[in-house]
């Protein structure tokens, strides 16, 4: 067969042994990464997620938990003369409701507090004690009834009010949301992406290659990088210039954090995906793993809240130590050395789930 | 590769390979010369793609010794893989890249080879060289893996049911890039199921069933080997007028009968004398014929001779 080859055809077959290109952007590690990105770029829910939900989510309860100017609580006063002693105080609205009506109102929680004549000249208050709310207007209906009945207070005092950027709920949120995107997108891009291309047998066929292997894993890791400057830079800019989230630390500092935490979740990331086979199998992984985090890490509340006993283990979560570290940085002030502690923690998960994962990772 | 023309392209010796209970490869022995190409040929399960994937340097051997283009895994993985060009049966390319970014990015992998473009003008598929993957169809996407194994301008093309599932005119296009690949004197080993793409393509076919070569030859020698070249197809009878079949096998020149669905096939040296004896017969018989057909012997006629079973059943 190969006797009467065609010579056209192999003079070409020849002329195409050129050599490769000098060019960068056909290094293998240039492309795997060019084609991670453009992947990546070429999912709008993956962009939603990764960029545009933190920012929604943190735009929601900004908005919901922002700081009014002084609560007014809302009461019931069961007689016209009660109503009119508890109006000369201005934190309370106060409506006149008859008895049963105003017994509705503070059922379903339009009302924080009943006041009603009791026997012999007294006022009985009706609240439940377990309410914030209540235990509030407790105490302002009942200065503003002893006040409008002639007390005197002994003592003389003013308020000096202090509303400061950086100790707002907000402020508290933003770097919550931060390490839950830098977790929630690290481990997504590098555990769905993985699973996928070993479930549709593309990893097979990349070894198949001569494509240098350590490559493909590091072209995960740039093209992370690539979107964490994207990533980090939407939602802290959004809440510096919308809410003013102060940036009291230095932004290299900050970098460094961002980078070392995506870095950390990637190699979790990837631990999760060393192995499974099918997404439904990635995805339940994933989320046991991130669930605990998302919960007792301190995204939405302080983690402080949990058992003394609990906070061991949850200062040992990855998600405990970028969050604690990025509230430091940003709110605090603190520099890297100041955070050694949450460094330590994040740098241990690097290591051990990138050493677990290079062991146990199946390419097929 | 003239400097490799008279050498073997791939040898292998005693190859094994168990999955769990299932031996897959069975002390497989096969020799590839260099230039053409060679077919292995077997039904599902019959162990080619277990065989090829080893010869690929994807799956390790329980034992035996493999050695392709002169070289062993072991010791030149890196060199072999950048002269390699693999087809694996059914990958999924990423389905949001376009044509062009698939084919520049395995290109990027290979030292020498095509640019990206020239590979893509090759297997036809300039237009769509900005199209997306996933837009793709099911020929096309077929002609892009080839593409992306051809793009290191290999010496070895290993190709894994290059054709399964595609239309007749997807499977001749696949075709012939895989005889223009062939006309530059380089090796190809294909694996199919499909009796006409080995009859065309293949210069030297083995036949495969549980993990062992069963027949080793050119297609034509395979088909001579069963002793006979024709084929004859008839229906005749009904439930009132059963054929005699021992009767059939007595008639001169038959070397084979067998029944399928309802159909009788007889292996025969030579149609002039068998036909007409075997109508004679029929007619002894008083057994109305229904219908009558002839066709050479084919690589699926081997197959069936050598095992009883035909290639594309489990």
């Known amino acids: 067969m190969s006797d009467n080859t065609i010579p056209a055809v192999r003079a070409r077959a020849g002329e195409k042994k050129s050599p490769r290109e000098n060019s960068l952007a056909d290094h293998p590690l240039v492309q795997l990464t060019l ?17 545009a939900f933190p920012v ?29 002693s508890l109006r000369q105080e201005k934190l309370l609205d106060v409506q006149q409701l008859d008895s049963e009506a105003a017994q509705e109102a503070l059922r379903t929680g339009k009302v924080a507090l009943l006041a009603a004549p009791g026997s012999n000249g007294a006022v009985e208050y009706r609240y439940d004690d377990t309410n914030p709310e209540g235990r509030a207007a407790r105490l302002l209906a009942d200065r503003a009834i002893q006040k409008a009945a002639g007390r005197v207070d002994p003592v003389a005092t003013t308020d000096q009010l202090m509303r400061e950027a950086g100790s707002r709920y907000i402020d508290f949120l933003i770097p919550g949301l931060l390490g839950m995107n830098l977790m929630g997108s690290a481990i997504w891009s590098m555990g769905f992406a993985i699973v996928d291309a070993r479930r549709k047998k593309l ?33 802290v800019g959004f809440g510096a210039v919308l809410f003013h989230v102060p940036l009291r630390g230095s932004l290299l500092d900050l970098g460094i954090l961002c980078l070392l935490s995506s870095l950390s979740f990637s190699a979790l990331g990837l631990l999760l995906a060393s192995r499974a086979r099918t997404i439904e199998a990635a995805s339940g992984l994933m989320n046991v793993v991130m669930m605990p985090m998302w919960i007792a890490s301190g995204v939405f509340f302080s983690s402080q809240k949990f058992p003394d006993m609990m906070q061991p283990f949850i200062k040992a979560l990855p998600l405990t130590a970028v969050i604690d570290a990025l509230r430091a940085n940003m709110l605090q002030g603190s520099n890297l050395a100041q955070m050694a502690p949450q460094v330590g923690v994040i740098a241990f998960w690097l290591v051990i789930c990138f050493a677990l994962a290079l062991k146990l990772f199946r390419w097929r | 590769m003239p400097e490799i023309v008279s050498k073997s392209a791939l040898r292998v010796r005693q190859l094994r390979k168990v999955y769990k209970d299932v031996v897959a490869v069975d002390g497989l022995d096969l020799e590839v010369q260099a230039g053409g190409c060679f077919g292995l ?45 693999i087809q694996l049966q ?29 590979v893509i003008a090759r297997v036809q598929l300039e237009e769509k060289q900005n199209s997306r993957v996933g837009d793709l169809s099911g020929g096309q996407k077929q002609r892009l893996a080839l593409a992306c194994a051809l793009v290191g301008d290999p010496d070895f ?31 190809i080993l294909l694996t199919t199921h499909y009796m006409d793409e080995a009859e065309r393509l293949c210069d030297r076919v083995a036949i495969m069933d549980h993990g062992k070569v069963i027949a080793l ?39 084979e009968l067998r029944t399928e669905n309802g159909a009788v096939l007889l292996q025969v040296a030579e149609l002039h004398t068998s036909v007409p004896a075997l109508l004679a017969e029929l007619t002894r018989q008083n057994v109305p014929l229904t219908e ?23």
């Not at chain 1, 084609?35 to 960029?51: G, I, K, S, T, Y």
């Not at chain 2, 059914?90 to 020239?118: C, I, P, W, Y």
């Open chain 2, 41 to 85: 040929l077997g039904p599902n399960g019959a162990g080619k793609t277990t065989t090829v994937e080893i010869c690929e340097g994807l799956t390790p051997p329980d034992s035996g010794e493999v050695e392709v283009l002169g070289r062993h895994w072991s010791s030149d993985a890196a060199q072999l893989r950048q002269r390699l060009g």
């Open chain 1, 203 to 235: 990893l097979k066929r990349l070894v198949a290659s001569p494509m240098p292997r350590p490559y493909y894993l590091l072209s995960f890791l740039l093209s992370r990088i690539l979107m964490l400057v994207v990533e980090v830079g939407v939602l």
């Open chain 2, 157 to 187: 093309l290993f190709l894994d049911e290059p054709t399964t599932g595609l239309d007749p005119q997807a499977r001749r296009q696949i075709w012939e890039l895989i005889e223009e690949f062939k006309e530059s004197g380089r090796t």
């Open chain 2, 292 to 314: 009558l057909r002839t066709h050479s012997a084919t690589l699926e006629d081997v197959f069936v001779t050598l095992t009883g079973r035909h290639l594309r059943d489990e």
């Open chain 2, 90 to 118: 059914d990958t999924q390319l990423s389905e949001k890249l376009t044509v062009h970014e698939t084919v520049r990015l395995f290109r990027s992998f290979f030292r020498q080879g095509a640019q990206a473009s020239e």
């Open chain 1, 35 to 51: 084609v991670r990105f453009l992947e990546f770029m070429r999912e709008p829910e993956a962009l939603f997620w990764v960029f």
């Open chain 1, 56 to 84: 929604l989510l943190a735009a929601g309860l900004g908005i919901a938990f922002r700081n009014r100017p002084a609560d007014v609580l809302k009461i019931a006063a069961a007689t016209p003369e009660l109503a009119q």
């Open chain 2, 217 to 255: 030859g050119t297609p034509r020698e395979l088909i001579a080997s069963t002793c006979a070249d024709q084929m004859v197809e008839f229906t005749a009878g009904n439930p009132s007028h059963a054929l005699d079949l021992p009767a059939l096998r007595r008639i001169a020149g038959v070397r």
